[in-house]
């Protein structure tokens, strides 16, 4: 904890940036996921859908 102190206020920026772009990256993965697993589901659970509406 204590060597957190003496690192340059220069790096922890940098490093702040970093991690702001990383946890975009990780929230688009994130919705592209839960979005594919939808769509996923939809179409396990209900097959035969286009069939019926024609």
């Given amino acids: ?3 957190s102190f ?3 206020q220069l790096y922890i ?3 702040g ?3 702001r772009v990383g946890a975009g990256i990780f929230l688009g993965l994130q919705l592209i ?3 594919e697993f ?3 589901w939809n179409n396990y659970w209900m097959p035969n859908n286009q069939s ?3």
Avoid: H, K, L, N
Wanted: net charge positive; glycine share 0%; charged share 15%.
């Fill in 38 to 40: 939808i769509t996923w």
């Fill in 1 to 3: 904890m204590v060597a």
């Fill in 13 to 15: 920026q940098i490093y």
């Fill in 6 to 8: 003496f690192i340059p």
């Fill in 33 to 35: 996921s839960v979005i």
């Fill in 52 to 54: 019926r509406q024609r």
């Fill in 17 to 19: 940036e970093i991690v």
